[in-house]
């Protein structure tokens, strides 16, 4: 083993180490090889990396450095680093590269991949893109992105491995054998009529395993899930998970095979719909990323900010109609927050379990309503037993068993109302065709600080005035 093999030769994980997290090391050395000009000490470093590893260092990088590390790398330059990127930096990166050095990278990519590259771009950069494209490629990419966003036409892949139904497995094989654009990866061959229409799939494992006089009919998968080409990716998403798909074909409205989906695509579709309810319930955009400018963020960010400025104004005239009773009661003011605060995180916890319920179809109108008692009883319970703790330091504290049971008493009803507010709006803005994650947070929490405040100073009142 040479000096420098030694030098950029992995070190052992610990097990306190993150699996699979990048070594500092290693990002220092490459950034130090990208201040000395090394290019040789770059690609050395780079080379043996997956992708996804140097999109993620890209990513990590300041704009100048990032483009000092393209330059530098130059026709090393792999194709797959673009698809991994975040889409915040891809098309400036994108920008930097050598045109020639862009045409290889893509020429060597699946037409899905190309898609997805070319979908946030400007026209200029994609029609960059499809001009270093040769012409069969350009054909099938620019079908792909005439049919409708977040549609199967855009998620699949056109090369696809297919036989006639009457074929058997030697003759399958052969033609394998002696195709000179095979995909680079996929896990059935679908068999069609003449047609082109699919009646099935065999997995590669058994057309392997199988002697060669054997009918590729006789051995079709018993799972066969066809894909309209105009179908939702997140039903598509679905339908994999669901089913334990690994590739499904895809057919145009004359029910002719014009493509395939493997599973790599639908679990990235499932990624991201994860990654868009999260941030949606954050309030934060559905596309931020860590490489936005503070111009984007503040602009994602000040709508939410807005809507929850206004619902702290409503919270706070309810409790301008109690002005009075807190003055007499000053220890009102110090617990009020606590009431809010428990209906708030019930309101939360509910919440996060009723839209992910719904994104996976585990909530549906059949289960609505146990769902929706559940909760309720959830929040009763919780309620009392936190009832039970904030009536004996409401006691303790301002040394008034009144006080504890007010605060007691409101802490039970604001549990409620947040168990029921956090899984009935959901349900209901799902039945109206509205996003339960862009707009369940805002209701929840308004509701829970309203009823909180009313239901804390208003039994307040009665009680102890």
């Known amino acids: 083993m040479t000096e420098d093999q030694t030098d950029i030769a992995p070190e052992p994980e610990s097990e306190e180490d993150d699996a699979y997290a990048l070594d500092p090391k290693t990002i220092t050395t490459i950034l130090y090889a990208v201040e000395v000009n090394d290019r040789d000490r770059l690609v050395a470093l780079l080379d043996p990396m997956h992708p996804a590893d140097i999109a993620d260092i890209l990513e990590q990088m300041n704009a100048f450095d990032r483009m000092r590390l393209i330059k530098l790398y130059g026709e090393e330059f792999d194709g797959d680093i673009l698809t991994e990127l975040d889409e ?16 290889s990278a893509v020429r060597d990519l699946e037409s899905d991949d190309v898609v997805d590259l070319l979908e946030d771009l400007e026209e200029p950069q994609r029609d960059a893109i499809l001009e270093v494209l040769d012409d069969p490629d350009r054909i099938a990419v620019e079908q792909s992105l005439t049919y409708p966003e977040y549609s199967a036409g855009r998620l699949m ?9 009457h074929w058997n497995v030697g003759e399958a094989i052969d033609f394998m054998r002696n195709a000179a654009d095979l995909p680079g990866q996929f896990y059935h061959v ?5 047609r082109l229409k699919p009646v099935g799939k065999v997995a590669l494992g058994r057309l392997m395993g199988s002697r060669r006089d054997v009918k590729l009919a006789d ?8 894909i309209p080409v105009t179908r939702y990716d997140g039903d598509v998403a679905y339908a994999f998970n669901q089913y334990h798909l690994i590739s ?11 493509g395939v989906i493997t599973i790599d695509d639908a679990m990235a579709v499932l990624d991201e719909e994860n990654e868009e309810d999260i941030l949606r319930l954050a309030g934060v955009g ?3 990323s860590l490489s936005d400018t503070v111009i984007e963020t503040t602009r994602q960010r000040f709508p939410w900010l807005a809507v929850n400025l206004v619902t702290a104004v409503l919270a706070s005239l309810v409790i301008a109609q109690f002005e009075s009773a ?29 839209v992910r319920a719904l994104a996976t179809r585990d909530l549906t109108g059949s289960n609505a309503l146990r769902v929706i008692r559940r909760e309720i009883a959830v929040g009763l319970v919780n309620g009392l037993a936190f009832a039970v703790i904030m009536g004996i330091v409401g006691l303790i504290w301002f040394g008034s068993g009144a006080l504890g049971g007010v605060i007691a008493a409101a802490m039970v009803i604001n549990l409620v109302v947040a168990g029921l507010a956090g899984i009935g709006i959901p349900i209901v803005l799902e039945k109206l065709g509205i996003d339960p994650a862009l ?27």
């Open 219 to 226: 051995i079709t998968d018993e799972s066969f899930h066809v």
């Open 326 to 354: 807190i003055a007499q009661v000053t220890a009102l003011a110090v617990l009020m927050p606590i009431v809010a605060s428990m209906g708030g995180n019930a309101g939360t916890q509910a919440l996060t379990v009723a």
């Open 286 to 288: 559905e596309e931020s």
């Open 439 to 465: 707009a369940s947070g805002a209701f929840v929490t308004t509701v829970t600080d309203v009823v909180g405040f009313f239901a804390f100073l208003g039994l307040a009142v009665i009680v102890l005035l």
């Open 88 to 103: 915040g930096i891809r098309e400036e990166v994108i920008g930097i590269l050598n045109p020639r050095v862009l045409a």
């Open 190 to 194: 679908i068999l069609v009529d003449p």
């Open 248 to 258: 499904a074909p895809v057919v145009d409205e004359t029910e002719r095979l014009v």
């Open 157 to 165: 892949q056109r090369e696809v491995v297919m036989a006639p139904e």
